[in-house]
C-alpha cells in the first residue's frame, strides 16, 4: 500500500521544477510526510551538474517523469524565461554561480555582483508595482545572501526580535500617526504576518536553510512569523510586489498596502 502513495521510483531520472524552470534530476530518498490533513509524498532530489548542496526534499507536484512531453515544456519554460530577460543568463544560473563565487573579490566587483543582483531580480518578477528597497537594507540583503549561501552561517533561531516583535513594534509607532484607523492598521499587520507565514517555507528559504526549518519550525509547528527576524521579513519585501500582484488586489487596497509597505521599509 504504501508503494502506492509514490508516482516515483528511487534512482528514478526525472524533471523537477526550481524556480519556474524545469531541470533534470535524480531521485535519491522518498518519504511520506505528514501534511495538515494526510501523509504525501516527498522525494529527496539532486539536481545534475549541481553541487550536493542544492540538494533538497520536493513535493511529487514539483515532479514530472521524464518524458517526451515533458522534455517539450522544459524547453518552452526555458525559451520563455530567456525572453523576459535582457541577459541570457538564468537567475538559477547565477544563484548557482554565486554559490560558488572565488575569494578574494574586490570591493567594486561586490557592489557590481550587488547591483546586478537585484536588476535581474526586478527583471524577472515584471511586479505590477515597484517597492523601493533603501540602500542601506539592500546592504544588509546582500551581507544575509553571502552569509548564509557562501560561509553556510545561518541565522540561530528563534531571532529576537521576532517578525511579529517587529510588526508590534511598528504598530505601536505609527498607531495614532498615520491616517489609518486601528482596525486597518491591524488588517495591514495581520496580512503581513499571513504572508509572511504562508510563503517562508516555498519562497523565502535559500537551500541550506530549509533542514532548519523543518526541524525546528515545521516539525514543532511553529509560525514561522515568531520564529524567524529581520533577514527573513526584507526577503518578503522583495516577493511582495510578485505576490500582491498575483491575489487580485483591488486598487483601493493596493494603494493603502503600498503605502504601509513604505512606511516600515523607510
Not at 213 to 240: A, N, T
Not at 248 to 258: A, G, I, Q
Amino acid at each position: 500500500m504504501i508503494e502506492d502513495e509514490f508516482k516515483f521510483e528511487t534512482n528514478e531520472k526525472v524533471l523537477c521544477y526550481h524556480g519556474i524552470l524545469l531541470y533534470e534530476a535524480k531521485i535519491l530518498e522518498r518519504e511520506l510526510r505528514q501534511d495538515s490533513i494526510e501523509k504525501k509524498p516527498y522525494y529527496w532530489v539532486h539536481y545534475k551538474g549541481w553541487k550536493q548542496t542544492w540538494d533538497e526534499w520536493v513535493s511529487d507536484e514539483r515532479v514530472l517523469k521524464w518524458t517526451e512531453i515533458n522534455l517539450q515544456k522544459q524547453q518552452q519554460l526555458k525559451e520563455m524565461h530567456s525572453r523576459r530577460k535582457p541577459s541570457s543568463r538564468s537567475s538559477s544560473t547565477i544563484s548557482r554561480q554565486d554559490s560558488v563565487e572565488v575569494r578574494g573579490r574586490t570591493r567594486h566587483r561586490d557592489k557590481v555582483k550587488k547591483n546586478k543582483y537585484f536588476k535581474e531580480e526586478e527583471t524577472i518578477r515584471r511586479s505590477e508595482f515597484k517597492l523601493p528597497i533603501p540602500e542601506s537594507l539592500k546592504g544588509h540583503l546582500v551581507d544575509d545572501w553571502e552569509n548564509v549561501t557562501k560561509n553556510q552561517q545561518l541565522t540561530p533561531l528563534p531571532r529576537t526580535p521576532s517578525v511579529s516583535e517587529i510588526l508590534q513594534q511598528y504598530y505601536d509607532y505609527v498607531h495614532g500617526q498615520c491616517n489609518m484607523d486601528d482596525e486597518t492598521l491591524t488588517l495591514v499587520i495581520d496580512g503581513i504576518k499571513l504572508y509572511f507565514d504562508k510563503s517562508l517555507g516555498s519562497t523565502l528559504l535559500y537551500n541550506v536553510e530549509r533542514k532548519q526549518f523543518e526541524d525546528e519550525v515545521q516539525i514543532p509547528e511553529k509560525l514561522p512569523s515568531d520564529m524567524y527576524g529581520i533577514e527573513h521579513l526584507l526577503r518578503l519585501f522583495v516577493q511582495m510586489p510578485t505576490l500582491i500582484s498575483q491575489s487580485n488586489v483591488d486598487p483601493e487596497t493596493l494603494s493603502l498596502l503600498k503605502g504601509s509597505f513604505f512606511e516600515i521599509l523607510r
